[in-house]
Nanobody, 127 residues
């Protein structure tokens, strides 16, 4: 059973940076495309970024492109999301997730494509 635990969230001012981490246990992440999603109060969970199992491909939501960077360290069984130039509209609970099936394309970015989820970490950006 794959377990994911996010960390690194917090309260920051607009323009600041945060680095989220997602540590896995129970199964190696190296075969799975990983994703980051977020959910603001009253809104649906939305795609933020994916990074392919071989680190070769990343996709980003238009709203975060150029500001957020997804990375992974398969040796440490972890993934990260570097968030720069944060805006108040980035405020949300951020979740990491692993694809249901190994070796799938990072282009599969829907919530239903992911089978394992962390508990989330709160990111709050004040103006």
């Amino acid at each position: 059973q794959l377990q994911l635990v996010e960390s690194g969230g917090g309260l920051v001012q607009a323009g600041a940076s945060l680095r989220l981490s997602c540590d896995a246990s129970g199964r190696t992440l190296s075969r799975y495309t990983m994703g980051w999603f977020r959910q603001a109060p009253g809104k649906e969970r939305e795609f933020v970024a994916t990074i392919s199992w071989d680190e070769g491909t990343t996709y980003y939501a238009d709203s975060v492109k150029g500001r957020f960077t997804a990375s992974r360290d398969n040796a440490k069984n972890s993934v990260h999301l570097q968030m720069n130039s944060l805006k108040p509209e980035d405020t949300a609970v951020y979740y990491c997730a692993a694809h249901r099936i190994p070796y799938r394309s990072a282009g599969l970015k829907g919530v239903a494509d992911f089978g394992s989820w962390g508990q989330g970490t709160q990111v709050t950006v004040s103006s």
